[in-house]
């Protein structure tokens, strides 16, 4: 590793910084989709979602600083997704991780994928 490495990354930044109209990505919260995958969601599956998703309100309000946020209402209303809002892209691969491994550990098939919000 030369020492023009820092140099090199810093003017990368901001020429993707200029590119985005000055919103820098690498910076920008990500929201992390949820989604159960099944052939039939009938009640009883439904109810296992949510208590998945109480799981993941948790996990995220302990896990600190940019792990995201998840909204109790929309978890609480879900029939087969919900979403983490504003997840620090440093947190995503980690947490995608782990929701997908925690609910192969309760039984339900998972799929997280992220997604950056429009620009504004």
Not at 33 to 48: E, F, K, P
Not at 68 to 77: A, M
């Amino acid at each position: 590793m030369s020492a023009l490495d820092p140099l090199r990354t810093l003017t990368s930044r901001r020429m993707l910084l200029a590119q985005n109209n000055g919103c820098d990505d690498l910076e920008m919260p990500q929201t992390v989709q949820i989604r159960l995958v099944a052939h039939l969601v009938d009640g009883a599956l439904i109810h296992r979602l949510r208590n998945y998703g109480e799981d993941v309100y948790r996990y995220t309000r302990d896990g600190g600083k940019g792990m995201g946020e998840v909204d109790l209402e929309e978890v609480d209303s879900a029939k087969d997704q919900f979403s983490v809002r504003r997840v620090a892209n440093r947190k995503v691969r980690g947490l995608c991780r782990w929701l997908e491994e925690e609910g192969a550990r309760q039984n339900l098939r998972i799929v997280a994928a992220a997604s950056r919000p429009p620009h504004s």
